[in-house]
C-alpha cells in the first residue's frame, strides 16, 4: 500500500502572531468583478477543429462570409480549420475603456485541438446584454495534442486556451466611492469573533463609534467628518489596520488522500483509545485432477483456497483531557496509527464526544 499524506497543521503561535491586516479579510460591497461572456469563432486550425456535425459553426462562418457581402451556399460549407468557442473574461472595478483583459477561449464543439488558432472579433456582454470589451488575438495553449490511427499524445488540455490581453474594454462600470457617506466591509469568513474585533481596531483607529457589527460577517461603516469626499484614503488607512482573526476548531480529512488538518483551537477530553490491525490474506492455487488410465474420467482443475487471518494485539492509549495537538499525534502514532486509521480513530473520537471540535469530512 502506497503511503499516504498526512498533512497536519499547527498552528501553535500566539494570537498576535497571527494578525492579518484588515484588507486581506474583508471585501468593500459594491467593489466587485463583474463576469463576461461572449460567442466566437477561432480559425487557423491545422485540421483540428469542429467536425461537419456541428451545425452551428457552419451556421456562424456563413453568416460572417454574408456580412461580408460573400454569398455562399451552407451545404457547400465543410470546415475542419475553425471551431466555435465560448469567450469568457473578468472585468475588474474601477477598470477602465482603453484597457485589457485576458480572456480564456474554450471549445463548444467537437473540434480536437485550438493550438496554433486564432480569435476572431468576439464581443463580450455583461448579465445585463450590454458590450463591455471585444476580444480578437492568436489563441496561447501551453500544450499540444497529436496523434494518428491507432493512437496519440496529449498535453495539457487542447481546447481550452488563453489570450492574454486579449480584450479591449469598451464600456466600463461606474463605482462611486468617494461620494459615499456610509460602507459596508464583508467579511470572507463568518466568525463572530473577528468581526467584533475587526469594530474594535477601527474605531480605536477613528477615535470614534463609527464602525459597527451588523453581523458574523458584515460591518457597517460611517465615514467620518475628516473622510468625506475621501473614502479611498478612509479604506486605505483601515485597511492596514491589524487584526487576528479567530479560528475555529474544526478537524478537516480528506479521506481520497489520507489528509488530516487541524485547527489550534481542537480539544479532546480524556479519552482511551485501543488500536489493533486485522489482515485477511486469501491464496488461491489451481490443482489439477488427472484421472488413471483408460478410464472414463476427465482432466479437471479444481481450485484450492488458503485464507490466512491475522490479528495484531490492540494497544490502548489514554488521551488527557486538553492536550496539545503535537501530544494527540504522538499518542495516535504511538499506536501505529496509518493516514487511514487516524481518519477512522477522529471519527471515533467524535462519536464518542471527546473531540470538541466540527468534523469535516471532504
Do not use: W
Request: proline share 5%; net charge positive.
Amino acid at each position: 500500500m502506497k503511503k499516504l499524506l498526512i498533512g497536519l497543521l499547527l498552528l501553535l503561535l500566539p494570537s498576535l502572531a497571527l494578525a492579518a491586516r484588515l484588507k486581506d479579510l474583508v471585501n468593500v460591497e459594491g467593489v466587485r468583478v463583474n463576469k463576461l461572456i461572449g460567442y466566437g469563432l477561432v480559425v487557423g486550425l491545422a485540421g483540428t477543429g469542429d467536425g461537419d456535425q456541428t451545425k452551428f459553426t457552419v451556421q456562424s462562418i456563413v453568416n460572417m462570409l454574408e456580412r461580408f457581402g460573400i454569398k455562399v451556399d451552407r451545404k457547400q460549407v465543410k470546415l475542419k480549420n475553425a471551431a466555435a468557442v465560448m469567450v469568457t473574461a473578468e472585468l475588474p472595478p474601477f477598470v477602465r475603456p482603453g484597457q485589457r483583459l485576458d480572456v480564456t477561449v474554450s471549445s463548444i464543439g467537437d473540434a480536437k485541438s485550438l493550438q496554433g488558432g486564432t480569435l476572431l472579433l468576439t464581443p463580450l456582454k455583461g448579465p445585463d446584454g450590454k458590450v463591455y470589451a471585444l476580444a480578437q488575438g492568436a489563441v496561447s495553449l501551453g500544450g499540444f495534442a497529436a496523434g494518428g490511427a491507432a493512437g496519440g499524445i496529449q498535453k495539457n488540455h487542447p481546447t481550452v486556451g488563453r489570450i492574454p490581453g486579449g480584450a479591449v474594454v469598451e464600456k466600463d462600470v461606474p463605482v462611486s466611492i468617494n461620494s459615499k457617506t456610509e460602507l459596508r466591509l464583508s467579511f470572507r469568513d463568518v466568525d463572530f469573533t473577528t468581526v467584533a474585533r475587526a469594530a474594535e481596531a477601527i474605531n480605536a483607529y477613528l477615535n470614534g463609534a463609527f464602525a459597527f457589527a451588523l453581523d458574523g460577517r458584515t460591518i457597517s461603516l460611517k465615514v467620518p467628518p475628516k473622510y468625506q469626499g475621501q473614502v479611498v484614503k478612509l479604506l486605505a488607512e483601515i485597511g492596514e489596520l491589524a487584526v487576528s482573526p479567530d479560528t475555529p476548531a474544526r478537524v478537516v480529512i480528506d479521506e481520497r488522500t489520507g489528509t488530516v488538518v487541524m485547527g489550534e483551537n481542537v480539544r479532546i477530553s480524556r479519552v482511551a483509545v485501543a488500536h489493533g490491525n486485522l489482515s485477511v490474506t486469501v491464496r488461491e492455487r489451481p490443482q489439477v485432477s488427472q484421472p488413471p488410465p483408460f478410464s472414463t474420467g476427465e482432466t479437471v482443475v479444481t481450485p484450492e483456497t488458503e485464507i490466512v487471518a491475522k490479528e495484531e494485539a490492540a494497544r490502548i492509549v489514554v488521551i488527557e483531557e486538553g492536550v496539545s495537538i503535537g501530544e494527540l499525534v504522538r499518542a495516535l502514532n504511538a499506536v501505529g496509527a496509518t493516514p487511514r486509521d487516524l481518519i477512522a480513530i477522529f471519527q471515533a473520537i467524535k462519536a464518542a464526544g471527546a473531540l470538541q471540535a466540527e468534523l469535516i469530512i471532504i
